[in-house]
């Protein structure tokens, strides 16, 4: 029922009882015409107020208040291009900030927050990943879009709603983590053989003529997916400036000892040398080698495998080609050669040198390989065929084993160095020699006293030496370089007591007749006869 229809209602009762006040009053005065004058009666009528009515001009005024106040609220968030207040980025409160402010200001917190490396433990093990090495990083742009975003990406009730409760709330947004798994997968691994408790697995290695394998051992490894998962959570939750990250670890048995898998590792064959001429290149032999019983009874040693450690025998796979059986043809250019004398009349002296001569001839030398006498030459012994000749043993001349073959040392030492080859060990006699003057000797004495040379060139050499007719002569080819010099040797005596022979050495390197440089060789002292 509207206002107005319940007014006329009141106004319609309001007659009606008047007319029956009136009424009575005139039967009142008819019955009671001799009584007393009856005081004339007015009535008050109050009009009702309807609670109906004032509840609907209330609820009139507060909609009214509310739709106002919404578009007001609607209209300042459409204005704002802040991020509203309440809203924080790993607990860092960026209400009511531009989005650049944020921006800087997470960045400097992210930066203050997180050191230069992480620390993983394991008992009483420690180790520390650097967090640049795995390039530890947060998407701080999407985290200040989604910083942003909130409040404005649903509809006005939705987006007003979102304002509100953040007014009164937090809205906590976790910057995305970026790291390089695969990185920190490799360190863990890396780790994971550092632990003091780790599995040990089998392993194998080559002892003289002989394969080694040793037996693995039961222990722990890292868990190197949940530890990642871990890391990842303790950095995404900058808890990581003071307590080290316990690595996650699990128990793991070593592998079986494959045999089959050892020998394919260990098995090589063997290559023959050959060399090209266009352009000149050698390519040198290679020694195989493999099993020296069938891989069948290899098993049968390990039987349950049970075992600390098996030993299986090994042979060596020779080449049809060595390096040495290559000729002269791929070594063009004759680089350096001397020689020296010897009496033929001392047999025994004359095959010691020819002994030593024989195992050096044809010794091919790689770029960057270095040439050791007493490991070519070998062990001077009867059984290689050596005699007795004259040595110098604590200034005497006495026969000894070997006996002569410092000639050979000395007359190669003077070929290397008109080759221009590095002399790397060299040290001279007790006494001048006859074959050569001094400090152009060299002497070994194997076990103490070597000489070794470097091939310091781009190319190959080949070594060629004979020892006939009382001329002990080297050789040396190779391939010629643009920049190759014409080397001379300057030598001589510094200076004499009745005890002492002093002197020096020098190598000469000249171009186009030229002298470019003067190197010292060696200073020596001798003892005199």
Not at 26 to 41: D, V
Not at 339 to 354: G, I, V
Request: with cysteine; glycine share 6%; aromatic share 8%.
């Amino acid at each position: 029922m509207s206002t107005k229809q319940i007014d006329k209602e009141l106004e319609k009762d309001n007659k009606e009882l008047e007319k029956k006040l009136k009424k009575e009053e005139n039967s009142k005065t008819e019955n009671n015409e001799n009584s007393e004058p009856i005081q004339e009666f007015t009535p008050v009528i109050k009009e009702k107020k309807n609670p109906l009515s004032i509840l609907g001009v209330l609820l009139f005024i507060i909609i009214t208040i509310i739709v106002i106040a919404f578009l007001i609220f609607t209209g300042y968030n459409a204005l704002n291009q802040n991020i509203i207040s309440g809203v924080y980025i790993q607990d860092l409160n960026v209400s009511n900030m531009s989005k650049s402010d944020a921006k800087e200001q997470l960045e400097t917190y992210i930066q203050s927050s997180l050191p230069e490396e992480i620390t993983l433990k394991h008992g009483d093990y420690q180790t520390t990943i650097s967090l640049s090495q795995i390039n530890v990083s947060f998407d701080t742009k999407s985290a200040i879009n989604s910083a942003y975003n909130v409040g404005r990406q649903g509809n006005l009730f939705q987006n007003n709603f979102y304002v509100l409760t953040t007014m009164f709330g937090k809205v906590n947004i976790a910057p995305k983590l970026n790291l390089d798994e695969e990185q920190l997968t490799q360190n863990l691994n890396e780790i994971s053989t550092q632990l003091p408790d780790k599995v040990i697995e089998s392993s194998y290695y080559i002892e003289d003529n002989n394969l080694i394998i040793t037996n693995g051992k039961k222990g722990n490894v890292v868990d190197i997916e949940a530890t990642i998962e871990k890391i990842k959570s303790t950095i995404s939750n900058f808890n990581i400036i003071n307590d080290p990250i316990e690595i996650v670890v699990k128990e793991q048995e070593p592998q079986a000892i494959d045999i089959d898998k050892i020998h394919n590792e260990i098995y090589k064959d063997p290559k023959d040398a050959y060399y090209t001429q266009d352009p000149f290149a050698v390519y040198p032999s290679e020694n195989g080698l493999d099993f020296n019983i069938s891989v069948e009874e290899a098993k049968n040693i390990l039987g349950d495998q049970s075992a600390e450690e098996y030993i299986i025998p090994l042979k060596t796979l020779y080449p049809n080609i060595t390096t040495n059986m290559i000729g002269t043809e791929a070594f063009p250019d004759l680089l350096s050669e001397y020689s020296t004398k010897y009496s033929t009349a001392d047999r025994d002296r004359t095959t010691n040198l020819q002994l030593a001569a024989n195992k050096i001839n044809g010794t091919v030398l790689m770029p960057g390989e270095t040439f050791s006498y007493n490991k070519v030459v070998g062990e001077r012994t009867i059984a290689a065929g050596y005699k007795e000749a004259p040595i110098y043993v604590s200034g005497e001349v006495v026969d000894g084993l070997g006996g002569g073959i410092c000639q050979i040392t000395s007359t190669l030492y003077n070929a290397v160095v008109y080759a221009n080859l590095e002399v790397t060990q060299r040290s001279n006699h007790q006494f001048v020699p006859s074959y050569v003057t001094a400090s152009r000797d060299a002497t070994v004495v194997y076990g103490s006293i070597d000489f070794q040379f470097k091939n310091n060139r781009n190319y190959p050499i080949k070594i060629t030496c004979s020892v006939s007719g009382g001329i002990a002569k080297f050789q040396i080819f190779g391939l010629r370089q643009d920049d190759d010099y014409q080397v001379e040797i300057s030598s001589y005596v510094t200076g004499r007591t009745s005890t002492a022979i002093y002197s020096e050495a020098y190598k000469i390197l000249k171009r186009n007749g030229q002298e470019v440089s003067r190197q010292l060789l060696s200073k020596d002292t001798y003892k005199r006869h």
